[in-house]
T-cell receptor
Framework: SQQGEEDPQALSIQEGENATMNCSYKTSINNLQWYRQNSGRGLVHLILIRSNEREKHSGRLRVTLDTSKKSSSLLITASRAADTASYFCATDANSGYALNFGKGTSLLVTP | GAGVSQSPRYKVAKRGQDVALRCDPISGHVSLFWYQQALGQGPEFLTYFQNEAQLDKSGLPSDRFFAERPEGSVSTLKIQRTQQEDSAVYLC????????????FGPGTRLTVL
């Protein structure tokens, strides 16, 4: 069963705009991760935020975590066509090692 | 260095056939995971190995699914008597160990059961 839920399911923006994706989850976590998946490829790790952190930055990525609301957001600033992909949040709930993924947000960035 | 590799990349099987999917993790990675990703969904956990020990197989959907990692490196996911509902992308991931949260994914094997 899916632990996380991403919102929106699909997002279409133009190059240079910011993209925001949200993730909600159900149970307590140690950390939350965001992954990117290009069409037909495996997942690539983007960023990890621990449960005692509220915000984290990596290049053009900004992730926030609100454990009281069991939610996280991923912001991609100044988007590029190469950012077109599906984005998944994943938590380590339950086992502490197996990742529980949401259904993902499909991002399309047009030139 | 080389990432996680999987073979074959694509597999078409007739219903009832047995299939074997291979995963070569990053050298030295202790932890190995298998996930199943249905079309339009996120990956779902199947099983976890620490070295050669299969510590968790709670996600395997039926006893037709079997995974092994006999020497603690390469892993094989075997599906017996394939059914149409087994059609999915099977992803393998590895990580240096339990204390390391990030998982490194292979490109997946797309299985289509006719």
């Amino acid at each position: 069963s899916q632990q996380g839920e991403e919102d929106p399911q699909a997002l279409s923006i133009q190059e240079g705009e910011n993209a925001t994706m949200n993730c909600s989850y159900k149970t307590s976590i140690n950390n939350l991760q965001w992954y990117r998946q290009n069409s037909g490829r495996g997942l690539v790790h983007l960023i990890l935020i621990r449960s005692n952190e509220r915000e984290k930055h990596s290049g053009r990525l900004r992730v926030t975590l609100d454990t009281s609301k069991k939610s996280s957001s991923l912001l991609i600033t100044a988007s590029r066509a190469a950012d077109t992909a599906s984005y998944f949040c994943a938590t380590d709930a339950n086992s502490g090692y197996a990742l529980n993924f949401g259904k993902g947000t499909s991002l399309l960035v047009t030139p | 260095g080389a990432g996680v590799s999987q073979s074959p990349r694509y597999k078409v099987a007739k219903r009832g056939q047995d299939v074997a999917l291979r995963c070569d993790p990053i050298s030295g990675h202790v932890s190995l995971f298998w996930y199943q990703q249905a079309l339009g969904q996120g990956p779902e956990f199947l099983t976890y190995f620490q070295n050669e020990a299969q510590l968790d197989k709670s996600g395997l959907p039926s006893d037709r699914f079997f995974a092994e990692r006999p020497e603690g490196s390469v892993s094989t996911l075997k599906i017996q008597r394939t059914q149409q509902e087994d059609s999915a992308v099977y992803l393998c991931a590895s990580s240096p160990g339990l204390a390391y949260n990030e998982q490194f994914f292979g490109p997946g094997t797309r299985l289509t059961v006719l």
